[in-house]
């Protein structure tokens, strides 16, 4: 709670600074006659009004939006931990990892079987693109019993799954996997893994 807090209150500090600085901008371009006249009447005052309103507005709608984003992720969360279906399962854990990915603390709240169908997803699901989001969510979750299913997936017959294995073990600081990027880096044919693979040794190095 302190964390949503605590974001909550930089995004609306944000908006304040953004208002500001565009108000000073504003100011700085108009000529003279227009800040003399503005001056001399309320329409400086009707300005500043209109200026937070709209920064009203847009804080509002930025905080409903995030808890409806979270009573939606709570409740995806819940779906998770309780399903026995492996197919519910599965559209509940990459509806997880795919709104939650620049939040992965919030993933704890799907339990620790999220690692587990997210890593069944990667190495069996028949769809492509489904193998290509969990290869994301593992380097999401930061597990590093992801690294050796990652270095495999980087042989994926599917381009997107290997250029998202490269990137998620880049993600884990995986070590162990340099030689295997360094090889994908110098991969004339696989330009999109070639990149992953390449950002994923410069994580690595830093």
Known sequence: MRGERGNIGIFILTHLLVAILVGFLLWSIFPPEWKEFLRDGPWGLAAAALACGLVFVSIVRGVLERRAHKKAHD??????REATDPALQKRAALWLVD???????????AGSGLFDVLLRIMKADPEKLDRTRAANGLGVLGDARAIAPLLVATKDEYAFVRAEAALALG????????????????????????????????????
């Open 99 to 109: 709104h939650d990915r620049s939040h992965p603390e919030r993933l704890a709240d």
């Open 171 to 206: 993600k884990l600081k995986a070590t162990q996997a340099e030689k295997r990027l360094r090889e994908m880096v110098e991969d004339d044919w696989d330009a999109n893994a070639r990149g992953r693979a390449k950002e994923a040794l410069e994580r690595i190095a830093g």
């Open 75 to 80: 409740r995806v969360a819940k779906v998770f």
